[in-house]
Nanobody, 129 residues
Framework: QVQLVESGGGLVQAGGSLRLSCAAS????????MGWFRQAPGKEREFVAT???????????DYADSVKGRFTIFRDNAKNTMYLQMNSLKPEDTAVYYC???????????????????WGQGTQVTVSS
């Protein structure tokens, strides 16, 4: 069983930055595909970013078009932690952000909600205009 705990959400003005963290329990974090999703009020949960093992000590990332160039997903396997650096934030980025994990050696990016087995409780991000 893996537990995921997000932190780092808050209130920020448009154009500002936030860094979200997702701390994972367990000893095989490096073997997990990890992702970030978000859910705005009245909307469905949507994919934001994902990272997967690409061989050796290399991880690659994939992003939703809406955040590409503004958000960066990265991980520190020594700390069992994944991050989402969010820059140039917009009011439409306001949502509850969730991290997700799945033990996976797949070469395919995990972009769907059903791809993941473990979820955090979410952290609120509010961007004011």
């Amino acid at each position: 069983q893996v537990q995921l705990v997000e932190s780092g959400g808050g209130l920020v003005q448009a154009g500002g930055s936030l860094r979200l963290s997702c701390a994972a329990s367990g000893r095989t974090f490096s073997s997990y595909a990890m992702g970030w999703f978000r859910q705005a009020p009245g909307k469905e949960r949507e994919f934001v970013a994902t990272t997967k093992w690409s061989g050796g000590s290399t991880y690659s990332a994939d992003y939703a078009d809406s955040v590409k160039g503004r958000f960066t997903i990265f991980r520190d396997n020594a700390k069992n932690t994944m991050y989402l650096q969010m820059n140039s934030l917009k009011p439409e980025d306001t949502a509850v952000y969730y991290c997700a994990g799945k033990y996976s050696s797949s070469s395919v990016y995990q972009r769907r909600i059903n791809d993941y087995d473990y979820w955090g409780q979410g952290t609120q991000v509010t961007v004011s205009s």
